[in-house]
């Protein structure tokens, strides 16, 4: 069983910053990709950074420059530094991660994000 625990989320005003966590335990081996995608009220589920095992990093354009994503490979754990933000990064945040030989998919609970205006 493979669980991913978030936490981090919460309500801020606009230009504020917010530091979202994911650690994720049980039996997950080899993992291959760590990611936090988002869901605002009736819209899809986007994906909002990603960072591999060596560190490569893809970003939605609508973060660039203002969202950071890390990990501790040690620690199973991915990061999501979110500084100036906007109203309109108010979502559900859910932390993903692709582990194993056959690249199966986790995800966490989602953790609120509320930014206001």
């Known amino acids: 069983q493979v669980q991913l625990v978030e936490s981090g989320g919460g309500l801020v005003q606009s230009g504020g910053s917010l530091r979202l966590s994911c650690a994720a335990s049980?039996?997950?081996?080899?993992?291959?990709?760590m990611a936090w995608y988002r869901q605002a009220p009736g819209k899809q589920r986007e994906l909002v950074a990603a960072?591999?095992?060596?560190?490569?990093?893809n970003y939605a354009d609508s973060v660039k420059g203002r969202f950071t994503i890390s990990r501790d490979n040690a620690k199973n754990t991915v990061y999501l530094q979110m500084d100036r933000l906007k109203a309109e990064d108010t979502a559900v945040y859910y932390c993903?991660?692709?582990?194993?030989?056959?690249?199966?998919?986790?995800w966490g609970q989602g953790t609120q994000v509320t930014v206001s205006s």
């Open positions: 960072i591999t095992t060596s560190g490569n990093t």
């Open positions: 049980g039996r997950i081996f080899s993992i291959v990709v």
């Open positions: 993903n991660v692709v582990a194993g030989f056959v690249r199966v998919s986790h």
